[in-house]
């Protein structure tokens, strides 16, 4: 009759008679776990017992793999991700028999795996979970202890350089804190995105930090597989997907702050590729007054949004602000007298009072037909994430023009190419002219680290770029950061808005209405008034808020 468990180990003097009746008591209860595991759980004996004795009641061999030391070649006879996942351990090669160590070796599907695998028999020996982890890791990987290191070196700082620094192991537990890890890391340098990037022999994290992409240590690319597939289980994407681009949204908590992060997956030659888009509530918090508005700009603005209908967009690239001036906007018009609504690809921000519809394309619900729906509901105020086509525009100017305030974003690099656009869309000349009100074009420019200011004089080239007058340089006093711990070096931190308003006048509504070009109706929006993005960078330069380097990488047109 086969011995206890339980019994082998008092045998063995590993373990007391009260120790065992207390592992059995925890099964009584419901505990569903091996009498093993909760013996070494409470410490009252070592992994490597249990092995042991677990050998000797089944009458097998026990390998000790700490004092072993396997050749490469039996090793590499072994799947990788078979060792990980069912913790079995090569051995040793005799004939045509390869000899592994298991952690569970009544485990028959894992020894007909194997036998399928290698195309040899299997003899099956005992190892203790401790050390087939260790092996495992030695063979493929790092050690625990080494990636507990690299993670402890990542908490205290991004390196701007990558230095190709070896980490790894794809252990369930590690993968989990590592990714955490990437997470609280971009948090913690402000960062707005974070870029998960396969390469040919590692992958590569950057974070984009007040606009500009950082690199941080790359990491192995054995990491690839466990990283990309954990992140997609926290967005709730399909992680048998990879053949098509999929996006997904994460909730975390890092430390008491509230995190939501808008995830895409994207097939790429080496792997799929994922950004992070880090949404922040506290940005909803900022006012009109925050966001960088010239005082005169900004009270042509508040006038703006208080007229009744009317269509007023907001224009520039990917990542220049748009949304949370239009957030702002909308915070400043949600009054209990006012209905508001917005269709949004996706929603970013919940907000308070506002009834927010979002776009699914997979049932029809795209932005005509929500547009469509809501004029139904009565609103005062609309949003519409984005005019992408013609029938969405004209439905927007429809919207306007039957008592409507309408706001949305386009593609545009400046406010006057936004006409042309709608123009070149579909949209007949005339609507355009009538129902457009003002176009409001902006980017995001680094301002200057306050802890490290300096003044400085810039040159003559940066001068002229920005056309800046003799009369404007007198008595101006130009500032830069020269680097600090606080900036990370980079003489930088924070961004700001800078904007190119563009309020319709009669000359520019006939421009529009006759199809005139750009560069046309560009001139007569800077007769009527109109500060282009270069002179409003070149303002904050001048009030020493930005440099005018910074102005020119952002803003500087050809006119």
Request: charged residues 25%; neutral net charge.
């Given at each position: 009759?086969?011995?206890?468990?339980?019994?082998?180990?008092?045998?063995m003097?590993?373990?007391?008679?009260?120790?065992?009746?207390v592992?059995?008591?925890?099964?009584?209860?419901?505990?569903?776990?091996?009498?093993?595991?909760?013996?070494?759980?409470?410490?009252?004996?070592?992994?490597?017992?249990?092995?042991?004795?677990?050998?000797?009641?089944?009458?097998?061999?026990?390998?000790?793999?700490?004092?072993?030391?396997?050749?490469?070649?039996?090793?590499?006879?072994?799947?990788?991700?078979?060792?990980?996942?069912?913790?079995?351990?090569?051995v040793?090669?005799?004939g045509?028999?390869?000899?592994?160590?298991?952690?569970?070796?009544?485990?028959?599907?894992?020894?007909?795996?194997?036998?399928?695998?290698?195309?040899?028999?299997?003899?099956v020996?005992?190892?203790?979970?401790?050390?087939?982890?260790?092996?495992?890791?030695?063979?493929?990987?790092?050690?625990?202890?080494?990636?507990?290191?690299?993670?402890?070196?990542?908490?205290?700082?991004?390196?701007?350089?990558?230095?190709?620094?070896?980490?790894?192991?794809?252990?369930?537990?590690?993968?989990?804190?590592?990714?955490?890890?990437?997470?609280?890391?971009?948090?913690?340098?402000?960062?707005?995105?974070?870029?998960?990037?396969?390469?040919?022999?590692?992958?590569?994290?950057?974070?984009?930090?007040?606009?500009?992409?950082?690199?941080?240590?790359?990491?192995?690319?054995?990491?690839?597989?466990?990283?990309?597939?954990?992140?997609?289980?926290?967005?709730?994407?399909?992680?048998?997907?990879?053949?098509?681009p999929?996006?997904?949204?994460?909730?975390?908590?890092?430390?008491?702050?509230?995190l939501?992060?808008?995830?895409?997956?994207?097939?790429?030659?080496?792997?799929?590729?994922?950004?992070?888009?880090?949404?922040?509530?506290?940005?909803?918090?900022?006012?009109?007054?925050?966001?960088?508005?010239?005082?005169?700009?900004?009270?042509?603005?508040?006038?703006?949004?208080?007229?009744?209908?009317?269509?007023?967009l907001?224009?520039?690239?990917?990542?220049?602000?748009?949304?949370t001036?239009?957030?702002?906007?909308?915070?400043?018009?949600?009054?209990?007298?006012?209905?508001?609504?917005?269709?949004?690809?996706?929603?970013?921000?919940?907000?308070?009072?506002?009834?927010?519809?979002?776009?699914?394309?997979?049932?029809?619900?795209?932005?005509?037909?929500?547009?469509?729906?809501?004029?139904?509901?009565?609103?005062?105020?609309?949003?519409?994430?984005?005019?992408?086509?013609?029938?969405?525009?004209?439905?927007?100017i429809?919207?306007?023009?039957?008592?409507?305030?309408?706001?949305?974003?386009?593609?545009?690099?400046?406010?006057?190419?936004?006409?042309?656009?709608?123009?070149?869309?579909?949209?007949?000349?005339?609507?355009?002219?009538?129902?457009?009100?003002?176009?409001?074009?902006?980017?995001?420019?680094r301002?200057?680290?306050?802890?490290?200011?300096?003044?400085?004089?810039?040159?003559?080239?940066?001068?002229?770029?920005?056309?800046?007058?003799?009369?404007?340089?007198?008595?101006?006093?130009?500032?830069?950061?020269?680097?600090?711990?606080?900036?990370?070096?980079?003489?930088?931190?924070?961004?700001?808005?800078?904007?190119?308003?563009?309020?319709?006048?009669?000359?520019?509504?006939?421009?529009?209405?006759?199809?005139?070009?750009?560069?046309?109706?560009?001139?007569a929006?800077?007769?009527?008034?109109?500060?282009?993005l270069?002179?409003?960078?070149?303002?904050?330069?001048?009030?020493?808020?930005?440099?005018?380097?910074?102005?020119?990488?952002?803003?500087?047109?050809?006119?």
């Amino acid at each position: 009759m086969r011995k206890f468990l339980g019994e082998i180990l008092m045998e063995m003097e590993s373990v007391t008679d009260a120790q065992v009746k207390v592992a059995l008591n925890k099964q009584n209860a419901g505990d569903k776990r091996m009498i093993g595991q909760l013996l070494v759980e409470a410490e009252a004996c070592s992994p490597e017992d249990v092995a042991r004795a677990l050998a000797e009641q089944f009458d097998m061999r026990f390998y000790d793999l700490d004092s072993m030391d396997v050749p490469q070649k039996i090793i590499d006879l072994m799947p990788q991700e078979l060792a990980r996942e069912k913790l079995v351990f090569p051995v040793g090669l005799t004939g045509r028999t390869l000899a592994v160590a298991m952690a569970n070796p009544l485990d028959l599907e894992v020894v007909d795996t194997l036998r399928f695998s290698t195309s040899l028999a299997i003899e099956v020996a005992v190892g203790s979970e401790r050390q087939i982890k260790a092996a495992i890791e030695k063979a493929w990987g790092l050690t625990e202890n080494k990636l507990d290191q690299m993670l402890g070196e990542m908490s205290q700082d991004i390196s701007y350089r990558a230095k190709g620094e070896e980490a790894g192991g794809e252990d369930d537990a590690l993968i989990v804190k590592f990714v955490q890890q990437i997470i609280t890391n971009a948090l913690t340098n402000r960062a707005s995105d974070i870029h998960i990037e396969p390469m040919d022999d590692h992958l590569r994290i950057r974070y984009r930090i007040d606009g500009v992409c950082f690199t941080m240590d790359p990491a192995p690319k054995r990491l690839q597989g466990p990283v990309i597939q954990r992140l997609k289980i926290m967005a709730g994407m399909m992680i048998e997907e990879k053949r098509k681009p999929q996006d997904g949204r994460i909730k975390v908590k890092i430390g008491e702050k509230p995190l939501d992060l808008r995830v895409s997956c994207l097939p790429s030659v080496h792997g799929e590729s994922m950004v992070m888009r880090l949404l922040d509530s506290d940005s909803l918090k900022l006012s009109l007054d925050d966001m960088g508005f010239d005082p005169t700009d900004l009270k042509v603005f508040n006038n703006l949004i208080k007229r009744p209908n009317g269509i007023v967009l907001v224009t520039g690239p990917t990542g220049s602000g748009k949304t949370t001036t239009l957030y702002a906007t909308l915070h400043t018009l949600n009054t209990i007298d006012r209905k508001i609504i917005t269709a949004e690809d996706p929603v970013e921000y919940h907000l308070n009072g506002i009834n927010q519809c979002q776009v699914n394309h997979k049932i029809g619900m795209n932005f005509p037909r929500i547009l469509r729906a809501m004029l139904r509901q009565a609103p005062n105020v609309i949003l519409v994430g984005e005019i992408r086509d013609a029938e969405t525009a004209q439905i927007a100017i429809q919207a306007s023009l039957t008592g409507h305030l309408v706001f949305s974003t386009l593609h545009t690099n400046d406010a006057p190419s936004a006409l042309t656009r709608l123009i070149d869309m579909g949209v007949p000349p005339f609507l355009v002219a009538t129902s457009i009100q003002a176009v409001l074009a902006q980017r995001l420019i680094r301002t200057n680290c306050p802890k490290c200011l300096e003044p400085f004089m810039p040159d003559a080239r940066q001068i002229e770029l920005l056309k800046l007058r003799p009369e404007q340089l007198s008595n101006q006093q130009f500032k830069r950061g020269k680097g600090c711990d606080n900036c990370k070096g980079s003489g930088y931190r924070g961004r700001r808005g800078i904007f190119e308003m563009m309020t319709m006048n009669r000359t520019i509504r006939d421009l529009a209405f006759n199809k005139a070009s750009t560069s046309e109706v560009r001139k007569a929006a800077i007769a009527n008034g109109m500060n282009t993005l270069s002179m409003d960078g070149s303002r904050k330069a001048l009030q020493g808020i930005t440099t005018p380097e910074e102005v020119i990488r952002m803003a500087k047109t050809d006119d």
